[in-house]
């Protein structure tokens, strides 16, 4: 793709090759230091969303990007630095490419992927390299190769979503994306429930509410020795070790609704003690104050007494 590109700046509209080579260049600079935004709109708006207009509108924007460069490579040149402060997508793009089946199938699917990108590497550039015409001047005549990389835009876009986008429910790329976010919801709601009031997670509070039998014991937490874990992020990486592929991913889900209904229990048992202590305590109150009064009659009975008498 670069290469077809850098040639169609220098061919068709003058650009001279230093200036291409810096063209280039400079993306992958700003590409490394503009990692951390990603995860940041991950955040904000899910792991899937994120994900899924990212590249429906990047499969958009390089299409109309590339018909425009016939006649200007600006939009190309625009598109290529906006692109690059998104740049942590590629890692979970990675991500997702190596965990939306079983390990089994995952396996011979790589091998695959591996076999055709090898084979398809030894013609690909000479393939494109027969299309492309350095002196076309026409405007059929630049679309030419244009259209054949939209059609293969496309030929993505139809494979990852009407493909392998949601499997069966289980598996899919769309599916392990929703598996992270999910479990991130309902992992930071049994956080603050097993955290509650301190933010802190002891070994005593890990087997209270029973994630010992539900997840992992607490020796095999990372947190034996200090006592606790006092980072979400910690947490979060226990799940997330047990999330080693879609079928896992769907247990840990489950086990995480064990758990918040667990902990729902023991708040509720712990909340009725306390109003039992409160009722308790509020009627020995009373009974302490009843008994007070009723010695106060008492004595003044007994100190009225003798006057009526008299």
Same mark, same amino acid.
């Given at each position: 793709?670069?290469?077809?590109?850098?040639?169609?700046?220098?061919?068709?509209?003058?650009?001279?090759?230093?200036?291409?080579?810096?063209?280039?260049?400079?993306?992958?600079?700003?590409?490394?230091?503009?990692?951390?935004?990603?995860?940041?709109?991950?955040?904000?708006?899910?792991? @899937?969303? *994120?994900?899924?207009?990212?590249?429906?509108? #990047?499969?958009?924007? $390089?299409?109309?990007?590339? +018909?425009?460069? %016939?006649?200007?490579?600006?939009?190309?040149?625009?598109?290529?630095?906006?692109?690059?402060?998104?740049?942590?997508?590629?890692?979970?793009?990675?991500?997702?490419?190596?965990?939306?089946?079983?390990?089994?199938?995952?396996?011979?699917?790589?091998?695959?992927?591996?076999?055709?990108?090898?084979?398809?590497?030894?013609?690909?550039?000479?393939? @494109?390299? *027969?299309?492309?015409?350095?002196?076309?001047? #026409?405007?059929?005549? $630049?679309?030419?190769?244009? +259209?054949?990389? %939209?059609?293969?835009?496309?030929?993505?876009?139809?494979?990852?979503?009407?493909?392998?986008?949601?499997?069966?429910?289980?598996?899919?790329?769309?599916?392990?994306?929703?598996?992270?976010?999910?479990?991130?919801?309902?992992?930071?709601?049994?956080?603050?429930?097993?955290?509650?009031?301190?933010?802190?997670?002891?070994?005593?509070?890990?087997?209270?509410?029973?994630?010992?039998?539900?997840?992992?014991?607490?020796?095999?937490?990372?947190?034996?020795?200090?006592?606790?874990?006092?980072?979400?992020?910690?947490?979060?990486?226990?799940?997330?070790?047990?999330?080693?592929?879609?079928?896992?991913?769907?247990?840990?889900?489950?086990?995480?609704?064990?758990?918040?209904?667990?902990?729902?229990?023991?708040?509720?048992?712990?909340?009725?003690?306390?109003?039992?202590?409160?009722?308790?305590?509020?009627?020995?109150?009373?009974?302490?104050?009843?008994?007070?009064?009723?010695?106060?009659?008492?004595?003044?009975?007994?100190?009225?007494?003798?006057?009526?008498?008299?």
């Amino acid at each position: 793709e670069n290469v077809m590109t850098g040639g169609i700046y220098m061919a068709w509209h003058g650009w001279s090759q230093p200036v291409i080579t810096t063209v280039f260049f400079w993306p992958q600079i700003i590409s490394m230091f503009a990692m951390p935004i990603w995860p940041k709109i991950e955040a904000k708006f899910g792991n @899937y969303r *994120t994900f899924s207009y990212y590249v429906r509108a #990047t499969f958009l924007i $390089r299409a109309l990007c590339y +018909l425009a460069i %016939v006649v200007t490579p600006m939009p190309h040149f625009i598109m290529l630095y906006s692109l690059c402060w998104f740049s942590g997508f590629g890692a979970k793009r990675g991500f997702v490419d190596n965990r939306f089946v079983e390990p089994e199938m995952m396996q011979r699917f790589q091998s695959a992927q591996w076999v055709m990108g090898y084979f398809m590497g030894m013609w690909v550039h000479p393939f @494109y390299a *027969t299309l492309f015409d350095a002196s076309a001047s #026409t405007l059929i005549q $630049r679309l030419y190769p244009i +259209l054949w990389y %939209v059609s293969a835009l496309l030929g993505n876009y139809i494979a990852l979503f009407y493909g392998i986008w949601d499997i069966d429910g289980v598996e899919g790329c769309g599916v392990s994306l929703k598996v992270l976010d999910e479990g991130g919801r309902k992992g930071t709601i049994l956080w603050g429930m097993a955290t509650h009031p301190d933010g802190v997670l002891t070994a005593e509070r890990w087997h209270l509410y029973g994630l010992h039998e539900i997840f992992v014991p607490w020796e095999m937490t990372g947190a034996a020795e200090q006592g606790a874990i006092y980072d979400f992020y910690h947490f979060i990486g226990i799940l997330s070790s047990l999330n080693n592929s879609p079928k896992a991913g769907q247990e840990v889900l489950k086990k995480l609704d064990i758990a918040i209904w667990k902990a729902q229990e023991v708040h509720k048992y712990f909340t009725a003690q306390k109003h039992e202590a409160e009722a308790r305590e509020a009627a020995g109150t009373e009974g302490e104050h009843g008994r007070q009064e009723g010695e106060h009659g008492r004595q003044e009975g007994e100190h009225g007494w003798p006057e009526g008498e008299h």
